[in-house]
DNA sequence: ACCTGAACACCGTTCAAGT
DNA sequence: ACCTGAACACCGTTCAAGT
């Protein structure tokens, strides 16, 4: 059961990498798999919902590189760093997409819960730790996006070149985290 | 010349408060002024250029608390940073506004180069000193952004509170910056 | 210079009706 | 269970025509 339901999501990705989040809209969607607009709220209650659906499946980890538990936390936290800017730059408009998502789910809370529990070990306080993991998060967030979106000079550089500022930014934050443990 | 111009961006702003972005629409802001849609487009070549327009003025210093460019660097970043979120959450999806914007323009990047001024003073390498500022950006659009739209608990903490997240994060950038200062 | 009227080519969403 | 047809209430934008 819900493999149409999948089928509607798999091909909304595709088109929003043919297309672009603008072009994404429930009338192309539905053409694309030989179907009225009308059709899709079968699968799905809302544009919004699918896009919510596309977030979370792009999102969900798969056989993603995740550092083990166990690794030291700024590990952790430039695999989870590089996996979730990985994931945005892979798509067309892949950070304005995430950026539409409204309400994140328990898997989001639970990678979030992971990465000041992997800061608590390290002996900072709860409340430092919550603010080290939202701090990365907004980084690579609103540098992504600024990254895909912004028609600025870093947009022409090679990938290998964008790369490196982002790692930069990350480590100044990392030794900026570094300097609060004990 | 140009006030009619001028009365559109007004009431641009006015409406976005009122409704937010996505009620924001050139039929219902011509409506407000008492002109046809169409009519708009003698004052905004598009929605688009509207939307720039609005960014521009929103986010032109006016008589917004700026430190003094001998003040130290951190002292810059600091207001700068508060700066542009107090802009951002002084308006209805402000933060979305922002990450609109296309094209930065002169005065933006004129702002930019003053804080790289302040940290190269401070004896970084202009590459550091480029890194530092667009990290404290990054993190100042990507943290706004999820405070303003993200459905999280922190949406419901008062603002004294989101207040001290914020500038938490921050010190946290500032600290790692610190560190590679000579 | 500035605005209207009318049109063009679209949107998301609902809902009775069909199979 | 899944889809169609038709409609509702909108969009941004263009362009001839009016004053």
Redesign the interface.
């Known amino acids: 059961m819900g493999q149409r339901r999948d089928e509607v999501l798999q091909a909304a990705i595709e088109l929003l990498d043919e297309v672009g989040i603008e072009g994404l809209t429930m009338r192309v969607l539905a053409a694309r798999i030989g179907v009225r607009a009308s059709a899709l709220y079968r699968h799905y209650p809302s544009k919004q919902a699918l896009l919510d659906a596309m977030v979370v499946h792009l999102a969900t980890p798969g056989a993603d590189p995740q550092a083990p538990a166990d690794a030291p936390w700024d590990e952790q936290l430039r695999q989870t760093a590089n996996g979730l800017r990985e994931v945005m730059l892979a798509h067309r408009d892949g950070a304005?997409l995430m950026?539409t998502?409204?309400?994140?789910g328990p898997e989001a809370a639970a990678g979030f819960h992971n990465l000041v529990a992997a800061l608590r070990t390290a002996g900072t306080t709860p409340?430092a730790a919550v603010?080290?993991v939202?701090?990365v998060?907004?980084?690579?967030?609103?540098?992504t996006?600024?990254e895909q979106?912004?028609?600025?000079d870093a947009r022409t550089w090679p990938r290998d070149r964008r790369d490196l500022?982002f790692n930069?930014?990350l480590?100044?934050?990392?030794?900026?985290?570094r300097?609060?443990l004990p």
Do not use: C, W
């Open positions: 304005r950026s998502f409204h309400t994140p409340d603010t080290a939202d701090t998060l907004a980084y690579v967030n609103g540098h996006l600024e979106t912004r028609k600025t500022a930069n930014g480590e100044l934050i990392l030794t900026g985290i300097a609060t």
